[in-house]
């Protein structure tokens, strides 16, 4: 698919709506959709929804992107990975429909995982959009059950806009007349291009500060809203940021009907690689000896601010990174809030993507940012150089979702 149809991006609903139509527009045929924009958190968003809609007893389907290690990542059906078989089977069917007319790669394989959920019964299907949204390629449902915009930050900018009103404003798209929506924290600028749309299609709000709450308190999680308070346990997954992602994720939970129970669930059951992981287990864990080794995928400023806040939490230790980024990214608006806390960086590039900066420009990043850095050629040899400098270290893989997968290949 990579060959017949490059990774490129070319923002338009066109070509998605001449295949749909081609294939009987099973868009239309979906079960109850729960449609996820923003900028940082659609991922955690999405897997703490289903593991809540789960623990419910509800099957679900979800879909996402990029996949860290295999395609199959990208799409679950009533909550199982899709097979080989039956995903060779929807590629092959939209290639033949799409009789060689041009299309991006992101588009007919969104067109597949819709074709796959139409097809396969479920009580729900989770779309996370892949960029932007009024003209993503999954913004094709005209009625979905409830739409969720998290936080919006500066990312991704030549595309979407250089604003952050411009940006909330492609956001915003997914936003449907009549159709409730769960919205995060946001800047004042993006809330405001929020809020007007949902004014002029007549969409319930449901937003954070206004209509929900949530905060840590001794330890534990507590939401509350016009129905009243809960007192939950933290999210299983690591990081302050986490705390206002599940307070989204109640907010739909509770708008869709469900009750505590399931709120509960869905913030301590949740698992997201790549998040803040610590690593535990595989070849890269057995190289890095006592010193801790974690994973995160994030690659924008208000990612590297979360990054940050989360190492402050953390036990005392010294923090190295091994950061690879993509050139289309903000490094040094990454790096900034990540200076202080970090003892040394080592840049490397990400193997086999063309778009990788290299570990010299990384590293000369990080220097402005003013942080210790060096180029390494691997992330095993920067893993060998940290842990011979220094062996109780906390070592930190991150900068990019495409390194993450990379990573999670090696470590098996």
């Known amino acids: 698919m990579m060959s017949l149809h490059p990774k490129i991006i070319d923002l338009t609903l066109d070509r998605v709506w001449r295949l749909l139509a081609a294939l009987g527009h099973p868009e239309r045929t979906l079960p109850p959709v729960i449609h996820i924009a923003g900028t940082n958190g659609k991922g955690s ?5 289903r593991a809540g809609l789960e623990s419910a007893g509800k099957t679900t389907h979800a879909y996402t992107s990029p996949h860290l290690a295999r395609f199959h990542e990208r799409i679950r059906l009533a909550g199982e990975l899709i097979t080989d078989a039956y995903l060779t089977e929807v590629l092959d069917e939209c290639e033949r429909a799409n009789g060689g007319i041009g299309i991006t790669y992101f588009e007919i394989t969104t067109v597949a995982a819709l074709l796959a959920f139409a097809r396969t019964p479920a009580d729900y299907t989770l779309l996370e959009v892949g960029l932007g949204g009024r003209l993503d390629a999954t913004n094709v449902v005209e009625k979905p059950a409830l739409t969720i915009i998290t936080p919006v930050s500066l990312d991704h900018q030549s595309y979407l806009g250089d ?11 997914i936003i449907k007349r009549g159709v409730p929506c769960v919205v995060g924290p946001q800047s004042d600028e993006g809330l405001e291009v929020i809020e007007a749309r949902a004014n002029r299609l007549g969409a319930p709000l449901m937003v954070y500060s206004q209509h929900w709450h949530v905060w840590e308190e001794r330890g534990r999680l ?10 939950l346990p933290l999210p299983n997954l690591i990081g302050a940021h986490q705390v206002q992602n599940a307070g989204g994720v ?22 997201w690689p790549a998040r803040m992981q610590r690593l535990k287990h595989g070849p890269l864990v057995d190289a890095a000896g006592p010193a801790e080794l974690w994973l995160d995928g ?4 208000a990612a ?4 940050a806040e989360t190492l402050t939490r953390l036990p005392n230790l010294p923090t ?7 050139n289309t990214k903000d490094i040094g608006g990454y790096l900034a809030p990540l200076a202080a806390h970090t003892a040394h960086l080592y840049g490397v ?38 842990t011979k400098a220094d062996p109780a270290a906390r070592i930190l893989i991150c900068g990019s979702l495409y390194l993450a997968g990379r990573v999670l290949q090696q470590n098996g």
């Open 320 to 326: 190295y990174m091994i950061c690879g980024m993509l």
């Open 222 to 231: 507590v939401y509350q809203d016009e129905t009243g308070l809960l007192d």
């Open 349 to 386: 590039s990400i193997p086999k993507e063309v778009n990788t900066l290299s570990a010299e420009d990384t590293v000369a990043a990080a220097l402005k940012a003013g942080m210790a850095a060096t180029p390494a050629d691997t992330v095993l040899s920067a893993i060998h150089s940290i």
């Open 163 to 173: 604003t952050l009103a411009q940006i909330a404003g492609e956001k915003a798209g």
């Open 298 to 301: 994030g690659h924008n400023p």
């Open 304 to 307: 590297g601010d979360a990054i």
């Open 250 to 271: 109640i907010a739909a939970l509770r708008t869709l009907g469900f009750d505590n129970d399931t709120c509960e669930a869905a913030i301590t059951r949740a698992q």
């Open 45 to 49: 968003t999405q897997a703490m929804l």
